[in-house]
């Protein structure tokens, strides 16, 4: 999965995406760029895969010749590529999201924007598994010497989850500047969670004397932690601010709405 996201990455938003990141960051600067962040979706993705290996019944299926993970991301890699590469040649760099670009007076946009939201309704629940299973584990292991049963747990998990997902709908719904309290939110979660402690606890593993050849592992690992740590510190600091621009702003045009 993690050749897949770099070829992914490479074919699909890199080429689509390079035209950009060359005008924006230079010829030299944009293509590394590009192939640094492929790199990083490979690392961070070896703990996603453990952890679907840990959850299946038979974790053969996901690494067989036409298993699931080579099998799923063949597609989806050929799917993002086709459409992104026809969405940059309709519409170009105007928007961040080709949906935006769709007219709403076209039936068959409008289909296409469905189907989008059908989509995210039903993948969604899915996405927030990871969550709900670590209050389950933390549940569970609460009282070790006397667990709830599983028939609780399952119970528990079939309330928990869509309220969960439910009251995820409804803070984005009623909080206007959402967009910008996504990008705080995955800034300060998510690059951790992604990028630094992947490479930490790689490091602890293969500590004291498993680092390859002129440590390369270490080294691999040390420049992963510090670039980590830079985009947190620089992208909580700009999501903040941010967000308090946006705040300002809509003060702004309350107040003069008033007058």
Request: with cysteine; charged share 15%.
């Amino acid at each position: 999965m993690a050749h897949f996201n770099l070829l992914r990455t490479f074919f699909g938003a890199g080429i689509l995406g390079l035209p950009l990141a060359v005008s924006q960051a230079g010829i030299i600067l944009g293509p590394i760029m590009t192939m640094s962040l492929g790199f990083l979706i490979m690392h961070m993705h070896a703990t996603l895969v453990l952890s679907l290996d840990k959850a299946l019944k038979d974790p053969s299926v996901l690494t067989k010749t036409f298993g699931v993970i080579r099998f799923e991301m063949a597609i989806i890699t050929v799917i993002l590529t086709i459409f992104g590469a026809l969405g940059y040649w309709s519409f170009g760099t105007m928007e961040e999201n080709v949906l935006r670009s769709l007219p709403f007076d076209d039936d068959t946009a409008m289909v296409a924007i469905g189907i989008y939201l059908v989509s995210i309704a039903f993948a969604y629940p899915i996405q927030c598994y990871p969550a709900i299973q670590i209050v389950i584990e933390i549940i569970k292991n609460r009282d070790v010497p006397d667990p709830p049963s599983n028939t609780t747990l399952k119970k528990i998990e079939c309330i928990a989850r869509p309220i969960f997902v439910i009251a995820t709908f409804i803070v984005c719904y009623f909080i206007p500047i959402q967009g910008a309290f996504v990008a705080f939110v995955g800034n300060l979660c998510t690059t951790l969670i992604a990028l630094v402690f992947p490479a930490l606890m790689e490091a602890c593993i293969l500590y004291p004397d498993q680092f390859g050849k002129y440590n390369i592992y270490l080294i691999k690992d040390i420049i992963i932690i510090i670039f980590g740590l830079t985009a947190w510190l620089l992208g909580v600091a700009l999501c903040g601010d941010l967000i308090y621009v946006r705040i300002r702003t809509m003060d702004a045009i309350n107040n003069y709405l008033e007058y």
